[in-house]
């Protein structure tokens, strides 16, 4: 079945650093979204990408589709202490309709 | 405020009993998803409904199970419970039954004594 992992599981930040996690799929994938979990909070939805090859811009995060659809990316320029936080990719494969949530990064910003 | 409504918030219970979780999903929508997270774990997809019908199953326990009703707010029941069934169990819901956008409740956190 399809997997999807996420790397890095952790990471510390201190404020003003950049960060960026990945996501890959060992198969292609329809598309991808990105969601972000507050401590103590529910997932809510950042972007879908549908396209090969496709770059979102949303302020300081920036996402990117893989060329062969198979792996995504989400960097954070500048991180702030707002954007602490669990972010996990999402997607299906093929024509399921099973949406596979990836493993999760928590991100953590240090003053 | 995402627009689902997940009850109740906290739900305590022991061994062996049966819980019954309820989602109301955002006006308009028609699909409801629902998930486990565990602690420091991720989303485990366990069954997804459109307009009262079950699409997709995850690795969902045959001791749970879930149904839409009419007026499309969803139900999961949880029989023989198990220690290892605490987590916090997530409703979302959908526009559509494809690849929109999941909107999530607060979530109902369960803990087995």
């Known amino acids: 079945g399809q997997q999807v992992m996420q790397i890095p599981q952790y990471q510390h930040v201190q404020e003003g650093e950049d960060f960026t996690t990945y996501c890959n799929s060992s198969?292609?994938?329809?598309?991808i979204q990105w969601y972000k979990q507050r401590p103590g909070g529910h997932p809510v939805f950042l972007i879908q990408?549908?396209?090969?090859?496709e770059v979102k811009k949303q302020k300081r995060l920036t996402f990117q589709f893989g060329e062969a659809k198979k792996n995504s990316s989400l960097h954070i320029t500048a991180t702030q202490t707002t954007d602490v936080g669990t972010y996990f990719c999402?997607?299906?494969?093929?024509?399921?309709?099973?949406?596979?949530f990836g493993t999760g990064t928590q991100l953590k910003v240090e003053l | 405020d995402s627009g689902v409504t997940q009850t109740p918030k906290h739900l305590i219970t022991a061994t062996g009993q049966r819980v019954t979780l309820r989602c109301s999903p955002r006006s308009g929508d028609l699909s409801v998803y629902w998930y486990q997270q565990s602690l420091d774990q991720g989303l485990q997809f366990l069954i997804h409904?459109?307009?009262?019908?079950?699409?997709a199953k995850g690795n969902i326990l045959e001791r749970f199970s879930a149904q839409q009703f009419p007026d499309l707010h969803s139900e999961l029941n949880l029989s023989s419970l198990e220690l290892g069934d605490s987590a916090l169990y997530f409703c979302?819901?959908?526009?559509?039954?494809?690849?929109?956008?999941?909107?999530f409740g607060d979530g109902t956190r369960l803990s087995i004594l």
């Open positions: 979302a819901s959908s526009v559509g039954p494809g690849d929109q956008p999941q909107h």
């Open positions: 990408l549908v396209k090969s090859g």
């Open positions: 198969t292609t994938l329809s598309n």
């Open positions: 409904y459109y307009n009262g019908e079950e699409r």
């Open positions: 999402a997607s299906r494969s093929g024509g399921g309709n099973k949406l596979t």
